[in-house]
Every structure is written in C-alpha cells, then in structure tokens.
C-alpha cells in the first residue's frame, strides 16, 4: 500500500499570500494518478488536481500542480478567502487507493 | 448536470443490516468506476473501494474488505453499500464519487451512526 505524508498539517497565512502544500509518497506513484482535492466543513470534497497538474473543470488558476515520482506540491499563487479549507492528496493508480492525512489551511 | 445523490442519514444499532444507495444522472452511468469513500467524525478520508457498474467488478481496500458489500442496479443507475452487521467503527459519513481522472464527481455523503 502506497502512503502518502502531506506536511505541513496547518498552514496559517493571510488572504493575498502564496501556499506550498506538499505531499510524499512511499513509493514511486508516476505523474498520471496523483489528485488534490479540496473539502469545507460539512462539504463533500472537490477535485482541484488530476493526473498531477491538470486542474480540474472550473477550477481557478491560482490552483496548480506540480511533481512526479515521489514528491507532490499544490500551490495556490494567492488565496482567497474562500480558499481556507482541509486539502487532501490521493493516488488512485494501484489498488488501493489512498488518501494523505489532509493539510489545513487557515486563516492567521 | 452531472451529478451524484445519495440516500439520506441512518441512525442504527449494532448488529443491525444497513444498505445505502447512490444514484447517478446526467451521464452514463455504466461508463464509469463509482468509488465509495469513508470519513470518520474529524478525519480524514479513506477509500472503501470501487466497483464498475457496467459488469459490477469490484476492488475493495484490504481494510474494508469482508466489512461491506459494493453492489449496483444498473437499470436504475444506483449504486449501493451495505453491511450485513453494523459495528460502532462504521460510524461516518460515507461519500460515492465518479471515478474520471481522479473522483471528479461526489455525492452529497451518507451519515451512518451506530449506536446502542
């Protein structure tokens, strides 16, 4: 089973200011099954991300991704307010399919 | 519109049987994976498996697998998971989503409580 660390688990930044979220794997997952997605309280996730850095339909393009192998980042180039949620990697190649332990964004 | 809709929340016991359901529309339903998707209450999220409602082919993660049963009705484009004896562990919400280019669509989610 491929694991997958996301660090760091909060991250505290301001409206207008640039977010890193990375994401490792355990084992090699290519460039084609990696996903980010975004979830609100009380909200069903959202795809943001697939296949690594193919953003998703209707997603902003302050959303983007990036890495192959082992090492994943999102980056949101300027958030929003809207922006402040739990943002999960996942790999969804060979079974299983996993999921990261989530990265927090909020507000400082 | 595409979309997902899922039966509304269970309160149950353990030991008791509970079957869930996943409509889909807007799309052609046998044309895609549908995965079922646990979040326990604060946590994170966890694939239960996927099945192919075409043929109903399944692929349950070896955490979930014995624990539930994927199945699907394809004439009426719905898909379900049931546990034949609840536990108090199963308690979450459980989300459906299309598989397409990672799961591109979700279901609103399911709440399941177990409780005595």
């Known amino acids: 089973e491929i694991v997958l660390t996301q660090s760091p688990g909060t991250l505290s930044l301001s409206p207008g200011e640039r977010a890193s979220l990375s994401c490792r794997a355990s084992?090699?997952?290519?460039?084609?099954?990696l996903a980010w997605y975004q979830q609100k309280p009380g909200q069903a996730p959202r795809l943001l991300i697939y296949?690594?850095?193919n953003r998703a339909t209707g997603v902003p393009d302050r959303f983007s991704g990036s890495g192959s192998g082992t090492v994943f980042t999102l980056t949101i180039s300027r958030l929003e307010p809207e922006d402040f949620a739990v943002y999960y990697c996942?790999?969804?190649?060979?079974?299983?399919?996993?999921f990261g332990q989530g990265t927090k964004v909020e507000i400082k | 519109e595409v979309q997902l809709v899922q039966s509304g929340a269970e309160v149950k016991k353990p030991g008791d049987s509970l079957k869930i359901s996943c409509k889909g529309s807007g799309y052609i339903f046998t044309s895609n994976w549908i995965a079922w998707v646990r979040q326990m209450p604060g946590k994170g999220l966890e694939c239960v498996g996927i099945?192919?409602?075409?043929?109903?082919?399944?692929i349950y993660s070896p955490s979930f697998r014995g624990q539930v049963t994927m199945s699907a009705d394809k004439s009426i484009s719905t898909a379900y998971l049931q546990w034949s004896s609840l536990r108090a562990s199963d308690s979450g919400t459980y989300y459906c989503a299309r598989v397409g280019g990672g799961f591109d669509i979700w279901g609103q989610g399911t709440m399941v409580t177990v409780s005595s």
């Open positions: 099945m192919y409602p075409g043929d109903s082919q399944t």
């Open positions: 296949a690594a850095s």
């Open positions: 996942q790999h969804y190649g060979r079974s299983p399919w996993t």
């Open positions: 084992q090699s997952v290519g460039n084609t099954y």
